[in-house]
Structures are given as C-alpha cells and as structure tokens.
C-alpha cells in the first residue's frame, strides 16, 4: 500500500517541488494549503494529489483531514517567509510561524501522526563567526523570521524529548533555495519577490524594474554577499530521503542543507549573463539592513547520514533552470 503524506503548504514554491517528487517516489499526498500565497496550479494534473484548502491554524479541519487521508506523516512548509516584513510586524511571525507549527503538532498528537519534515533556515544562525555552517554553530537570529523558526526547531526538540512523546522529527535548514522543475511547469512565483535570482530574470525581462544590488563593500571577495544557492531538486531529494531516514529508523534529525559553494551577487549577476545572452541591468544600492556577509552550508551530515548529494551545484545550471520557467511565465502562474 502506498504511504500517504500530508504536505501542508504544499502549494507553495518549496512545497509544490517536494509534492511532485513524493509522487515520483510512489507515495499519495494531500495537500493542505490556504492559498494565501501559493498557487493551485503549482499541483495541478498529478495522480495521487489531493487538496484542502485550509489555514494550519484551524484544528478542526486538520482533524477532519487527518482522519479522511490517514497521512503517515506531515511535511510542514507554511510560513511567512520576508526578513523585512518579520522586523516590522514579529507578531505576526509569531502567529503564523509558531502558531501554525503548534497546531499542527496539536493535531499530529490528537490523531497519532508521529512524524515531520519541517522547513527550517540559515536564518535561525544570524551572523555567524564562521563561513561555513555546520549544525552545531552557534544560533543566533537576528529577526523575528529567524527567531520563529529557531523556536520551532526548540519546540519540536522538546516535544519529541517528552516521556509520553512518540514524535520524531527532522529539521532541514536551507541555504539559498533556487531553480524550477526539469519537467514540470512550475517554478517560483513570490508576491513581493525578494530574491536574487528571480530579480535578477525579472530585470532581465524588463519586468521587475533594475536590479538592485545592496551593498557591494562587504568584506568579501567582490564586496557583494556570498549565498550558498541550492537547487529546488536538491532540497526537494533531501525531503524525500529525509522522510525515509526518520521513518526507517524512527529517529530525529537536524540537517543543513546547502551545495557548499558561495556565490556572490557579482557571480549570479556574471552566470545570468553568460546563461541567457542578455545583459542585466543593475544599479548599487545601499546594504540591506541585516543582510551577513557570507552564508555557505557544510552539508557533511546529510551527506552521511542521509546518502544526499546535490546534483546541481554549478550557478550555471541554476540559472538556466530559473531561466526556462521565467521565459516560459515571466508573470508567474499568472501567466
Ligand atoms: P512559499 O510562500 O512559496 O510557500 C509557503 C506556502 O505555505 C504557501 O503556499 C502558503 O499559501 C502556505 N501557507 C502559509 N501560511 C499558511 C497557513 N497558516 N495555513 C496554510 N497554508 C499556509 O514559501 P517557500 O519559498 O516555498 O518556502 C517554504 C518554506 O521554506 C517556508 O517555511 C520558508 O520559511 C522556508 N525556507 C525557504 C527558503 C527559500 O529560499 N525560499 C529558505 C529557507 C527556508
Ligand atoms: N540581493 C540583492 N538584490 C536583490 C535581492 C537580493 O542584491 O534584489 C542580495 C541580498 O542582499 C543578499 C543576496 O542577494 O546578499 C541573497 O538575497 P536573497 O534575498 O535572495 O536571500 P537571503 O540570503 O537574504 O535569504
């Protein structure tokens, strides 16, 4: 019988890839979505996908959606997701992020689910004194996004930890998640975009105005801030032997999940030119309040312990995936 999984913020950009992987890999999935950022298409035409339109907040019909779909286990990517946005409104973060997480490991509780995936962040380590970020640097958010997330991680630590628990969990903390599905018609579509590389097509495109690039005297190599950038593939990979691995072995984990190369914004800016032939209008900014300098991930644990391994780790290759779906939507789902 396949297993079914309960993929909560399914709809979204993450989310919509892990969906049709999970698929790929034979397992039946509900998503449960509020639509409230995502978009319906993004799972549209795939076999063994449902969809409940609902809030992660609302317990009722997490319970009515557990006992219908009888889910293994839950993947959890609903957030709010905007650094900025979290600084002027925490609440908020904390009604969404912490709020939805506690919901739903309410509902898990009430109707014996014992295991989650959940979307973790680089965000959670703030400015770290070190380049490279294993998973036991030291946390240190430095706002509400990051705070939300790291309280998250702590909660499900706790809540496995309890004596009448039989939660397990795993934490992936992306780096930079980038690029769009080989195949599928589905890519990133964010309202308001803050990203690079999706700014970057856009201002190539003539869509999104010129690039801004925020702050380029950084003590890096160029001056400009260095991402590690891993492919939506990648992540989603990890998702799937991630789910495997906790249930396997009936164990928790946390994991970082990067390709373990920087790239600065001069590097995107450098790849975007040579992958699409065009030029990418930019102009310097100031920095970006709370922007670190560098952010690259050692991946080493999920390499081991989960047989990971990024395929795409050249900026080259990203791109050209991010390219084919902006050309392709360069309105996004709209399109
Ligand atoms: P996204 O906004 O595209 O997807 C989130 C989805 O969750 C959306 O479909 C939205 O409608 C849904 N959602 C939000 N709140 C909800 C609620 N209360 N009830 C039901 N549905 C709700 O975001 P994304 O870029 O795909 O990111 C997914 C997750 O990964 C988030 O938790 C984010 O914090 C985390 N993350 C993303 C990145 C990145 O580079 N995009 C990096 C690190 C971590
Ligand atoms: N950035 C930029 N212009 C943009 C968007 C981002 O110069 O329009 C820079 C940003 O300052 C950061 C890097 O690109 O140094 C990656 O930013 P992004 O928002 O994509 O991811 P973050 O690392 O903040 O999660």
Known sequence: DQQTILVAGGAGYIGSHVVADLVENKYNVVVYDSLYKGHKQSIVGLKNVAFVKGDVRDGDLLDKTFKRFEPVAVMHFCADSLVGESVIDPLKYYDNNVGGAISLLQAMGRNGVDYIVFS????????????????????????????????????????????????????????????????????????????????????????????????????????????????????????????????????????????????????????????????????????????PPTLVANSVKAKSVLGWRPEHDSMDDIIASAWRWHQAHPAGYKD
Request: net charge negative.
């Open 120 to 291: 973790s962040t680089a965000a959670i380590f703030g400015d770290p004194e070190v380049d490279i970020i294993s998973e036991d640097t030291p946390k240190a958010p430095k706002n509400p996004y990051g705070e939300t997330k790291l309280a998250i991680e702590r909660m499900l630590h706790w809540a496995s930890e309890s004596p009448s628990s039989t939660l397990k969990y795993v934490a992936l903390r992306y780096f930079n998640a980038a690029g769009a599905h080989p195949t599928r018609d589905i890519g990133e579509d964010h309202s308001p975009e803050t990203h690079l590389i999706p700014n970057v097509m856009k201002a190539i495109q003539g869509s999104g105005g010129r690039l801004k690039v925020f702050g380029n005297d950084y003590q890096t190599p160029d001056g400009t801030c260095v991402r590690d950038y891993i492919h939506v593939m990648d992540l989603s990979q990890a998702h799937v032997k991630a789910l495997a691995w906790m249930i396997h072995n009936d164990l928790s984990g946390q994991f970082n999940l990067g390709n373990g190369n920087g790239f600065s914004v001069m590097d995107v800016i450098g790849s975007a030119k040579t992958v699409t032939q065009r030029e990418v209008p930019y102009d310097l900014a100031p920095r970006r309040a709370g922007d």
